[in-house]
């Protein structure tokens, strides 16, 4: 029996030259290491937003308003350390993300003591320690408004999930097995809801005008399924836009479908809104119901054929079935723009492992192009797939005929 030794590039970098094959049109070194450093820059920005705000310090800055906080300031409001506070704080006033309302700092090292920690600590604690730092009115909106479509931390929280999980993640690249949406765990569950809620808020508007779907939901006594509803607010933006409405929400995450309950209740909507955890293939138990939708869910589905043809049998005859999914582009192209690339990183670290966690799995990815849905639809006894609405924030809607 052989046996396969694992060498990672970095061990190899040290023995084996390297000498691979030009290309005709290759980038210079300077390029290629510009591009990586700034990728550092990148990862570095991501990841330092999502320390901020799990602190609260973002939260924290705008409520200081123009006067901004001082380190000390920050680490009392939001019982954290200062010395950590300050490095953040100048790290992200460097970075641009933060702006220096005043400099009070006393290099010398005659300003006020902020911590009871001794010698060296102490001694860094006073040094610049009557700066004060802002955030701007669209940082913070980018960063801390969770009711803005632009809040994008959720993206810093969502790859921090993944980093927390990188061990799992490149083992289930040797052996082909999966890291499960419930492994990624609360930080990848609440970003991904918490990214796509200030969306959902205005998907109603957008479905409106779909023809047949306004009618359907608005439709005395009708009767919706939501698979793949993750915290639920799909289901409770669709039930607050249709007041007679009744929706069921549908996932095999345990977390997510108690979160999602807990969010209807909130809502006020718990009445007409319920969760199963259920697989979506096991809909047609459940049915009939007057329209079926999946929201950014499809390609994480280790069985989006059988999901398909369960959303066919459980749905009425002509009731709406959408499916809402990445934006992608028609076909892979090496020059993809800044959203294929976006997709991809997702589907490397998030939707891939999860999707093969389920075996056996087709093992979709984010990027799911309109003729894989396709396929799948024909598979599924569909007969055509048609878009209905181009272009939603990432994504565009699919109603299957
Ligand atoms: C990326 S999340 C999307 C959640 C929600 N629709 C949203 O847009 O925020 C995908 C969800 O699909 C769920 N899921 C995956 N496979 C499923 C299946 N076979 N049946 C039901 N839910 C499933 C996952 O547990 C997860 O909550």
Known sequence: MSTLTITTDAQAADATPLDPAPLDETPSVDAVAERIMSAALGWIDLMSIHVGSQLGWYRALAASGAQGLTADELAAVTASSPRYAREWLEQQAASGLLGVAS??????????????????????????????????????????????????????????????????????????????????????????AEMNRPWFERMPGVLADVPGVHDVLSRPGARIADVGAGAGWSSIELAHAHPQLRVEGFDIDEPSVRLARENARAAGVADRVTFHLEDAARLADHGPFDAVFAFECLHDMPHPVTVLAAARAAVIPGGPVIV????????????????????????????LPDGLSHPPSVGTGTVMRPSTLRSYAREAGWTDVEVVVPEFGLWRFYRLH
């Open 103 to 192: 400099d009070g700092s006393d290099e010398s090292g005659a300003g006020e003591s902020s911590t009871g920690d001794s010698g060296a600590e102490d001694h860094a604690d006073e040094i610049g320690s009557g700066r004060r730092f802002r955030l701007d009115r669209a940082t913070a909106e980018v960063l801390a408004d969770g009711a803005s479509l632009s809040f994008l931390e959720p993206l810093a929280r969502m790859l921090a999930a993944s980093g927390e999980r990188m061990p799992e993640i490149i083992d289930a690249y040797r052996t082909g097995g999966g890291v499960s949406w419930e492994r990624l765990g609360v930080h990848a569950r609440e970003a991904q």
């Open 324 to 351: 809402m999914d990445e934006a992608t582009a028609e076909q892979f192209s090496p020059d993809a723009d800044e959203l294929e690339r976006l997709l991809y990183g997702f589907s490397l670290f998030v939707c």
